[in-house]
């Protein structure tokens, strides 16, 4: 019998993927203890959701942080002992280093990731679930979860049948571009915009009478089913 493995997840809203994780840990479908759930955002619907399945909490406020950040400026002393620009520029694949904003960028989230990590890295953690976590990731934050070279431990789940249509908008695109099919992709994240390694897909028809709200839901019903079986599936490693 597989044993258990522990998870972390991250939200950023409703928590609806979250749910069905905790259901599918609850059923015995996923071998597997959710230890916390984290959040960018206070008083959403999905910290509720673990708070009534007793799983541990947090906040790290990413709105609060960055707005500090940019009403204030950021001085070296703010910044996390370790982190070195140069080296996070040179891996990343999410800003333009020749932009003036991206250094502005890198840094802010080195600042809100390092009050992440110190949150999580208090468990003991075999993978990190985002569960819609609406924050992107510097390499900064991925090196000090992804410890060992070529083991992915963040998991994400991406609204549309990837490679296509990356970004945040997944079924919007879907649907503007006419597609009849859609889907959903977990994948493990890297340096890039949902860029990193495909673990499952489930697709669904589109109808030419469907709406964005009717591909939005079919595509949820489909994200419910696949999140679980691709945790265990790392589980079943």
């Not at 620009?85 to 999410?94: F, G, R, Y």
């Amino acid at each position: 019998m597989t044993a258990d493995i522990k998870i972390g997840t991250l939200i950023s809203g409703g928590g609806t993927n979250l749910q069905a994780i905790i259901d599918a840990c609850k059923e015995g479908s996923i071998s597997a203890d959710i230890v916390f759930t984290g959040s960018d955002t206070p008083g959403v619907r999905g910290l509720e959701r673990a708070q009534t399945a007793d799983i541990d909490t947090f906040v790290v406020d990413y709105k609060q942080i960055i707005g500090s950040c940019r009403a204030k400026g950021i001085a070296d002393a703010d910044l996390p002992e370790d982190f070195n620009l140069a080296e996070i520029m040179e891996k990343q694949k999410l800003v333009d280093p020749s932009d003036e904003q991206a250094q502005f960028f890198l840094k802010s989230r080195a600042i809100a990731e390092k009050q992440l990590l110190d949150r999580i890295l208090a468990y003991d953690m075999d993978l990190l679930v985002l569960a819609g976590f609406m924050r992107m990731f510097t390499p900064y934050f991925i090196d000090r979860i992804n410890t060992v070279p070529g083991q992915y431990r963040i998991m994400n789940i991406h609204p549309a049948l990837l490679p296509a249509f990356p970004g945040t908008d997944g079924y919007g695109d879907t649907f503007r571009y006419g597609c009849k099919v859609g889907g959903c992709t977990v994948h493990f994240i890297d340096y890039g915009e949902d860029t990193g390694p495909i673990i499952g897909q489930k697709a669904f028809e589109i109808a030419d009478t469907d709406t964005l709200e009717d591909v939005k839901r079919k595509g949820l019903e489909k994200e419910w089913e696949l999140y679980p079986a691709c945790i265990q599936k790392f589980a079943d490693r």
